[in-house]
Structures are given as C-alpha cells and as structure tokens.
C-alpha cells in the first residue's frame, strides 16, 4: 500500500470537488480501489502504486485542463479520468485552436481577433523583444497579457511582470487617498482586469500572492534582472529615454518582453522626450526585435471608439480647436 498527495493550494475546493462534493464522489466512484481523502488545500489517495500514478497523472491532467479553460465539468473529470492510457496525453487536453491565445475563466476563449494582433502574437512566438503601438481600443494590452498568461500556463516562462510608469495625467497622485500602493493601483487596473478575465480568483491571488504574477510601477523594476520572465511595459509612451533603456536592459535569461504604448497619448511634461518613440527609432533595424502597428481597424471596442479616434486624428492634422458653436 502506498500513499499519495497532491495540493490544491492555489484551487477553489468547490470549483474543484463541485456541490456537496459532486465532482470528489465521480472520481472516486472511478477509482474504486483507491482510499480518497479530501481536507482543505490537500487530496489523498492511498491504494497500490500501479493505481496511485494511474490517479495522479490524470489528476495532474484535470488540473492542466481547470488551468487552461478555468472550468471543469463532469464530462472532464469522465473524459480525463476514465481514459485509457493510449487515449489522452498532455498536449491533448486544453490544446488551443487557430487564434485562440488562451482559455479564460468560465470557458471564455480569448482569441486574436483582428490581423495585426495575430501578427503581434505571431512575433511573440519568434521573437523575445516586440513593440506593439496602436490607439487605445486595439486589444494590445489585452493582447499582450493573454500572450504572457498562455506562457505562463505552457510553462515557458516561470512568472509574469506586468508594469507601467506612473505619469500624472492632468491629476495629482498626491491628493489621492491611501498610501503609495493605494495611490498607484489605480493605474495598474487595466493588467488586473485583463487578469481576471484570464485566470480563475484563486489562481489568481496565488500568483499575486507567491510573486508568480507580479503587477508593479515601472520605477520598482529597476536593478533587476528578469530572468525566464513575460514582462510587459504598458502605457510606454509616458516612460522617459532612462526609463525604457531601463526596462529593456532587466531582460534575462529566457525571457519575452513587449513593449505596448499609444503614441497620440502623451502624458509626459512638455519638451520631453517620449522614451518609447526614442526606443522604436533607435531599435528598428536592430534585428531579434519586432515592431508592430495596430490603427483602427484593430479596435474592438464600442464602434464609437473607431469614429472618435479618427476625429481627433482630423483635429490634429487640421489644427481645428475651436469652441463648437452653440445650438438651441
């Protein structure tokens, strides 16, 4: 007789088990040799070794899948459990279709959905440094974060760092309530809910809890050395020249790094110089990086967004600022 553990530290229980335990008792009832034991964040199975590793390979397999698709069902547990050992293999469960960067939480398929995002996916794949510039609305955060999840969950890289510089945008971080961590989540927002869309609650706060996931100011990367990391710089068109020759010298040892930005949005004082355009003009011939433009037929955003954008763009060309007419 021999005995086994397997923690579900980072799981929800319920998700896991289901309802009053509905999903525990079909694995049980398909290992009816095995003793197993549920308590808090740890599983046990006591049996013979031929049926401990039969168990704990394919309970491996249903966490993979709970993983990539953030849900399981008992047509899983029946599909995962119950096959036989010619019949199911890693690459089999979860395995994302054409386009599909990663499966979401509740099942939700997070794809590539317009030409250049899949093209920004597509030189993520080949190359370890990418650009990605475009107006707001494209999907390159989105995008970019789905691509650092996927890696994530395929184990090719050991974590995530997801930052961005904390610019000023006509408000005043001092006046805001809280201490400094208080004063600057709210910049960070849109990589949390970018993560939320992607990774199951539980997953989710273990990643940010052990520094799996790590979601900080551009300031707090400076010293480091990111090694097997997916780091992205977001909202790089408000990082100054130090700041990104900073961040893009932190890359380490098998790592992916993507720089995303809107170069019509600049925060940055007067006279200075965006980092992230200083960065693409220098970097462009430079060969192993990727620059990559997305425009407004990458936005997937309410269809207003596409009209605004092109507007502003007018506006600017045509220096037209005027106080509009009233009317009525």
Same mark, same amino acid.
């Given at each position: 007789?021999?005995? &086994?553990?397997?923690?579900?530290?980072?799981?929800?229980? +319920?998700?896991?088990?289901?309802?009053?335990?509905?999903?525990?008792?079909?694995?049980?009832?398909?290992?009816?040799?095995?003793?197993?034991?549920?308590?808090?964040?740890?599983?046990?199975?006591?049996?013979?070794?031929? %049926? +401990?590793? @039969?168990?704990?390979?394919?309970?491996? +397999?249903?966490? +993979?899948?709970?993983?990539?698709?953030? =849900?399981?069902?008992?047509?899983?547990?029946?599909?995962?459990?119950?096959? %036989?050992?010619?019949?199911?293999?890693?690459?089999?469960?979860?395995?994302?279709?054409?386009?599909?960067?990663?499966?979401?939480?509740?099942?939700?398929?997070?794809?590539?959905?317009?030409?250049?995002? &899949?093209?920004?996916?597509?030189?993520? %794949?080949?190359?370890?440094?990418?650009?990605?510039?475009?107006?707001?609305?494209?999907?390159?955060?989105? !995008? #970019?974060? #789905?691509?650092?999840?996927?890696?994530?969950?395929?184990? !090719?890289?050991?974590?995530?760092?997801?930052? &961005?510089?904390?610019?000023? #945008?006509?408000?005043? /971080?001092?006046?805001?309530?809280?201490?400094?961590? %208080?004063?600057?989540? $709210?910049?960070?927002? $849109?990589?949390?809910?970018?993560?939320?869309?992607?990774?199951? !609650?539980?997953?989710?706060?273990?990643?940010?809890?052990?520094?799996?996931?790590?979601?900080?100011?551009?300031?707090?990367?400076?010293?480091?050395?990111?090694?097997?990391?997916?780091?992205? /710089?977001?909202?790089?068109?408000?990082?100054?020249?130090?700041?990104?020759?900073?961040? /893009?010298?932190?890359?380490?040892?098998? #790592?992916?790094?993507?720089?995303?930005?809107?170069?019509?949005?600049?925060?940055?004082?007067? &006279?200075?110089?965006?980092?992230?355009?200083?960065?693409?003009?220098?970097?462009? @011939?430079?060969?192993?990086?990727?620059?990559?433009?997305?425009?407004?037929?990458?936005?997937?955003?309410?269809?207003?967004?596409?009209?605004?954008?092109?507007?502003?763009?007018?506006?600017?060309?045509?220096?037209?600022? =005027?106080?509009?007419? =009233?009317?009525?």
């Amino acid at each position: 007789m021999g005995e &086994r553990k397997i923690s579900i530290e980072s799981y929800s229980p +319920l998700e896991l088990y289901g309802v009053n335990d509905v999903y525990l008792d079909l694995i049980k009832s398909i290992f009816p040799k095995l003793r197993i034991i549920a308590r808090g964040d740890m599983i046990k199975a006591i049996g013979n070794e031929k %049926d +401990l590793n @039969d168990f704990e390979r394919k309970f491996a +397999l249903l966490l +993979l899948s709970y993983d990539r698709f953030g =849900k399981i069902s008992e047509h899983d547990i029946r599909q995962i459990m119950q096959a %036989d050992e010619k019949e199911i293999s890693e690459p089999d469960v979860g395995k994302p279709g054409q386009d599909v960067l990663v499966h979401g939480r509740e099942g939700m398929i997070i794809k590539a959905r317009t030409k250049n995002q &899949r093209k920004l996916a597509s030189c993520v %794949d080949k190359t370890d440094l990418v650009f990605a510039i475009g107006p707001a609305g494209t999907g390159k955060t989105y !995008t #970019a974060v #789905a691509l650092a999840v996927r890696a994530l969950k395929n184990k !090719t890289v050991k974590r995530i760092i997801l930052t &961005r510089p904390a610019v000023e #945008a006509g408000e005043n /971080l001092g006046f805001l309530p809280g201490d400094l961590k %208080d004063k600057l989540d $709210p910049y960070l927002q $849109p990589l949390y809910d970018a993560l939320r869309d992607m990774l199951p !609650t539980q997953k989710l706060l273990s990643y940010l809890e052990d520094g799996t996931i790590e979601v900080a100011p551009l300031a707090f990367m400076r010293g480091r050395t990111l090694d097997h990391a997916f780091a992205i /710089l977001d909202e790089a068109q408000n990082a100054t020249i130090p700041q990104i020759k900073m961040f /893009l010298t932190r890359m380490g040892r098998s #790592a992916k790094f993507i720089v995303t930005g809107d170069i019509t949005q600049i925060d940055l004082p007067p &006279r200075q110089t965006s980092g992230l355009i200083h960065g693409m003009n220098i970097l462009k @011939d430079t060969a192993g990086i990727d620059i990559i433009f997305l425009d407004e037929k990458d936005i997937i955003r309410h269809k207003l967004v596409s009209s605004i954008i092109k507007a502003y763009d007018q506006s600017g060309k045509s220096g037209t600022s =005027k106080n509009p007419e =009233k009317t009525g």
